[in-house]
């Protein structure tokens, strides 16, 4: 069984940065495909990143050029590093397996972007 704990969300204005990290339980984390994900208010879940076990990556066309999913498995963890900061940003942001699991979401961690 995989959990996943997200942190590192906050308040940031439009046009900065912030960066969100997710660390995972379980020894097997190396060989899963990663991926991050959002949910803001009134809309459903959206796919935001993946990462492959070969560290390919994968963007939704809304974040493109400005977010980068990168991962350190020595660490469990999977980071997220979001620059030019949109309001359309705000949402919390989570971490899963990709495709993710239903049984494997965390608490997510909120990312509010607004002057």
């Known amino acids: 069984q995989v959990q996943f704990v997200e942190s590192g969300g906050g308040l940031v204005q439009p046009g900065g940065s912030l960066r969100l990290s997710c660390k995972a339980s379980?020894?097997?984390?190396?060989?899963?495909?990663l991926g991050w994900y959002r949910q803001a208010p009134g809309k459903q879940r959206e796919f935001v990143a993946r990462?492959?076990?070969?560290?390919?990556?994968n963007y939704a066309d809304s974040v493109k050029g400005r977010f980068t999913i990168s991962r350190d498995n020595a660490k469990n963890t999977v980071y997220l590093q979001m620059n030019s900061l949109k309001p359309d940003d705000t949402a919390v942001y989570y971490c899963?397996?990709?495709?993710?699991?239903?049984?494997?979401w965390g608490q997510g961690t909120q990312v509010t972007v607004a002057s």
């Open positions: 899963n397996k990709y495709p993710y699991g239903p049984a494997y």
């Open positions: 379980g020894s097997i984390f190396s060989i899963y495909d």
């Open positions: 990462i492959s076990d070969v560290y390919s990556t």
